[in-house]
């Protein structure tokens, strides 16, 4: 192996090394006793089922992490990358049908290695405690709907990769931050209104108190929303959530069926609060500059791996190609992620706290939103002590527990 090739390895072990450090840590700061502020929410029995239920679903992905880890670095030293190439390169097709074939092969056996982990988790897991509410048949007929929109929408955007770095030179990468840009903006029109209904079924909010209580929420916060949306996640799931999609006149709100049929109109109407903050704070303009600002860093270390013929070399591959390259980065893809994404995390975190503010001004009920999310963490068995590393790494939002006491702290100012 060369010299590339073990600095490759050290930070893949590095990164897998402190990434199970964190789990650990995570299951070692479970706490057996209920926070003093969730014990009218937990009793000893939800809170054992929720510790249990996080042991679980963190050895499942501390298996699956090591598997893919060991399926990875076996596949490298049994120089599967240059067979493959060689293989795809023996075909005579172009450059770029090229890549699209040795990119499927790949993201294929990926998708093959991982189903038995998905179904593992879905049908025993979330079984066992409670949440799942897949059937086979909606099991396969998502797999087969996600395949379609990977075929219908993933090749075209890959087919476009592969022909900027290819035709485009050193400037390439620019011009691919730019087709991103572009795309992600499209995507937050096209997801809600093409691609969302695919998997769930949206129906307009029947009048009444709900209804009522939510539409003077979003005027009051002078938040223009003409249609509430129910969605049914019950389908798949017991868990709960809210959301804003779309831009614009797209813009609409979706309520999870299961979040109206458990929580009071008070505690929905301070959710929807709470989402309107995140449109009235800028935060999805913010947290879309940061990852597009992310993306571009990408595309730019993506520019120096596709022509660096020592990555190349570190797995066995003569052939320096765009494809090669972009698979090549895509492995170091984590470690490197990793780092851009600690600044994004925070800034998330953040903005949560801003939105839950936001909400208790509001609607001048602290207590609605925290009681919101004391019934949510209890529904969804949210771990209430994760270890702040773990945080660190992981958390788009704040702990829960953390979000009670700062909904306390802004409501006695």
């Not at 090749?155 to 572009?182: D, H, Q, R, V």
């Not at 470690?335 to 995390?345: E, S």
């Amino acid at each position: 192996m060369t010299g590339i090739g073990w600095i490759i390895l050290v930070l893949l072990c590095v990164h897998y090394g402190v990434e199970r450090l964190a789990d650990l840590l995570n299951l070692r700061a479970l706490s057996r006793k209920v926070p003093p502020s969730f014990a009218g929410w937990y009793d000893p029995d939800r809170h054992a089922k929720s510790r249990a239920y996080l042991k679980n679903t963190t050895g499942l992905a501390m298996v699956e992490a090591s598997v893919d880890l060991a399926i990875l670095l076996a596949f490298w030293s049994a120089r599967g990358f240059s067979f493959l190439d060689r293989w795809v390169s023996g075909l005579g097709f172009s450059p770029i049908v090229s890549g699209l074939v040795f990119i499927g092969v790949l993201v294929s056996a990926r998708a093959v290695f991982s189903l038995p982990f998905s179904i593992y988790s879905t049908f025993v897991i979330e079984e066992r405690f409670g949440f799942n509410r897949t059937t086979w048949p909606l099991f396969l007929s998502d797999r087969i709907k996600s395949l379609f929109l990977a075929l219908l929408l993933g090749a075209p955007l890959l087919t476009g990769l592969l022909w900027f770095f290819e035709n485009l030179g050193k400037t390439a990468w620019l011009w691919c931050w730019i087709g991103f840009c572009l795309v992600v903006l499209v995507l937050q029109v096209v997801v809600p209104a093409w691609i969302l209904p695919l998997f769930n079924r949206f129906t307009p909010l029947e009048p009444g108190d709900l209804k009522n209580a939510v539409l003077a929420c979003a005027r009051a916060a002078g938040f223009p929303v003409q249609t509430v949306f129910v969605m049914d996640g019950s389908k798949r799931s017991a868990k709960s959530n809210a959301f804003f999609a779309g831009l614009g006149r797209h813009r609409r709100l979706v309520l999870f069926d299961t979040l109206i049929d458990n929580h009071p109109v008070f505690e929905v109407v301070a959710v929807v609060a709470h989402e309107i903050g995140h449109y009235k704070k800028r935060h999805l303009q913010w947290q879309t500059l940061a990852a597009m600002g992310q993306a571009g860093v990408m595309f730019f270390l993506l520019s120096v791996a596709v022509s660096w013929p020592d990555l190349f070399t570190a797995f066995y591959v003569s052939n320096v190609s765009v494809y090669g390259g972009l698979v090549f980065f895509s492995i170091l893809y984590g470690p490197v992620a990793w780092a851009l994404g600690l600044p994004v995390q925070a800034l998330s975190r953040h903005h949560e706290y801003q939105a839950d503010a936001f909400a208790v001004n509001l609607t001048g009920n602290g207590p609605a939103l925290a009681d919101a999310l004391k019934r949510l963490s209890a529904d969804n068995m949210a771990n209430l002590t994760p270890h702040p590393f773990y945080v660190l790494l992981h958390y788009s939002h704040p702990p829960v527990i953390d979000r009670v006491q700062a909904i306390e702290k802004h409501e006695g100012h």
